[in-house]
């Protein structure tokens, strides 16, 4: 049990390296190799938030090595909620991306299956750690698996992308180690809680504003927050869509919850909300992402891109809700962590079914879905009726919460971005249904049945399950929401 907070990370972490040497000797075990790491770190993030919610915060120290000086594991209810969505949906997504990895990278599947153990690893270690620096390594360790990891996409379009992603994900770790190196200048520690101890003190001094923008900057340009977003749309596009499927879920909200950490561990409400003052600007901010994401996701002809589109939106809702500086906010951007996370994991693996069969996802190539993969639009339609916000879908609740927290904090403008955008997505999505369910099927298409003979033609039964698994998840988020934010988050923020 002592053990646990370290187990999350080192599991995956091992079977990486076990299954890159599977990969020499007999590549077929490194998916078995790759799932057990996985199944593992799930088990482990489940006892850790169990002990966290019965006995209060976690803090375990590496190598026995007593911090500031030894790096730590601080595990509190925000990342122990966090933990297990991150393993989750990555177990989950490598159950049901057998069959894809092997259509579209066959020839590369251990390496895929290798550098998909060292991603989750960087995204497990971003959220457990306690230590600045360590935090860099380790986004920097989830960085590089990215960059490799959607080069392996499409061959004319994903090196670019993947190009593209490296020059501004360089930039965005540049701002942020310069922010920290800033710190470490100022407090002479790299150790969240003991930076938070000393910066108490010290809130009007220069070179810690200097580091708070310089940090924030980064983030934003990780996360991809609007108009720093550049690099996610192609990235995510054109990588395969076994990595798609987690990368977009899980990297832009493990971002979030980095700027919320930063927020409330390292630098202090009273900091942010009352000697800087920067609450009604950043918010503007978010609205503009909000509404930008929005009007671009309408504005496209492939259903991934679309998808990636609406992350920037989403992304605008998090940061936005942060930044409102009450509890509301707080609270309903916490919550829209995990519901976002779970609304673009149950899109994605939807658009993975289809991918599967159609090979192409561009909206004239939709037509007549709904009779070829009945269960697979299913599963499509309860995940965007959660991103538009239709009860008792877990999109419902978290942007309830924003909403509240927006009218309480006077930022009309924002609670006016969140409403559109329901709309807007609303029109997108039934775009997309209108295609899939009354334009007829092409010849080519449906190889030349009327519409009245289609043939079901569904995903394996191991995506398909995943994704009806995960599809109804929404609902059931939804229904626990209150008991979410009374167990885990507003404990967390008293």
């Known amino acids: 049990m002592d053990n646990y907070p370290a187990l999350i990370v080192i599991a995956p972490l091992l079977t990486a390296f076990l299954a890159g040497i599977a990969v020499w000797i007999r590549e077929r075990l490194a998916y078995p190799i790759a799932l057990t790491g996985l199944a593992v770190s799930i088990f482990s993030a489940g006892k850790v938030l169990m002990q966290v919610i019965t006995s209060g915060t976690i803090q375990y120290r590496l190598a026995g090595w007593a911090p500031p000086m030894g790096i730590e594991y601080r595990i509190d209810l925000l990342n122990a909620m966090v933990l297990l969505l991150v393993s989750s949906i990555?177990?989950?997504?490598?159950?049901?991306?057998?069959?894809?990895?092997?259509?579209?990278?066959?020839?590369?599947?251990?390496?895929?299956?290798?550098?998909?153990?060292?991603?989750?690893?960087?995204?497990?270690?971003?959220?457990?750690?306690?230590?600045?620096?360590?935090?860099?390594?380790?986004?920097?360790?989830?960085?590089?698996?990215s960059y490799a990891m959607i080069a392996l996409g499409d061959r004319d379009r994903a090196p670019l992308a993947s190009l593209n992603y490296v020059f501004i994900g360089v930039i965005g770790a540049s701002f942020y180690l310069l922010g920290v190196g800033y710190l470490y200048m100022q407090t002479g520690s790299l150790n969240m809680a003991d930076v938070a101890n000393i910066l108490s003190g010290i809130q009007g001094s220069s070179t810690v504003l200097t580091a708070f923008i310089l940090m924030m900057i980064g983030i934003w340009i990780k996360m991809a927050f609007f108009p720093m977003h550049v690099w996610l749309p192609n990235a995510y596009t054109y990588s395969p869509i076994g990595f798609a499927r987690v990368v977009a879920p899980l990297m832009t909200k493990v971002m979030i919850y980095v700027m919320i950490r930063l927020m409330i561990t390292v630098f202090g409400f009273d900091y942010i909300f009352k000697t800087l003052n920067l609450s009604d600007a950043v918010v503007w901010l978010g609205t503009i992402a909000i509404l930008s994401g929005a009007v671009m996701a309408l504005s496209q002809k492939n259903l991934k891109k679309m998808l990636t589109y609406i992350i920037v939106c989403e992304i605008g809702y998090m940061v936005g809700g942060a930044w409102l500086g009450n509890q509301l906010g707080m609270t309903g951007a916490i919550l829209h962590i995990l519901n976002d996370a779970l609304m673009t994991f149950a899109l994605f693996l939807a658009v993975g079914n289809m991918a599967y069969r159609l090979k192409k996802l561009d909206l004239t190539d939709l037509q007549g879905l709904f009779g070829k993969m009945p269960w697979t639009m299913a599963g499509f339609v309860l995940a965007a009726f959660s991103i538009i916000g239709v009860p008792p879908t877990c999109g419902f609740f978290s942007k309830w919460y924003l909403i509240l927290g927006a009218f309480e904090a006077g930022a009309y403008h924002f609670a006016g971005a969140l409403i559109i955008s329901s709309l807007l997505s609303a029109v997108l999505f039934f775009k997309v249904f209108e295609i899939c369910f009354f334009e007829p099927m092409s010849k080519d298409h449906g190889h030349g049945e009327s519409h009245s003979q289609v043939v079901i033609e569904e995903a394996p039964i191991s995506m398909l399950f995943v994704s009806g698994l995960v599809s109804l998840s929404l609902i059931v988020a939804g229904l626990y929401s209150g008991t979410i934010v009374n167990t885990i988050i507003l404990p967390f923020l008293k």
Request: no cysteine; proline share 0%.
């Open 90 to 145: 990555a177990f989950l997504n490598l159950v049901a991306s057998y069959k894809s990895v092997d259509q579209e990278i066959n020839d590369r599947a251990g390496s895929f299956y290798t550098m998909y153990l060292l991603f989750v690893t960087g995204l497990l270690g971003v959220t457990v750690t306690g230590d600045l620096f360590n935090l860099y390594v380790l986004i920097e360790l989830t960085s590089l698996t």
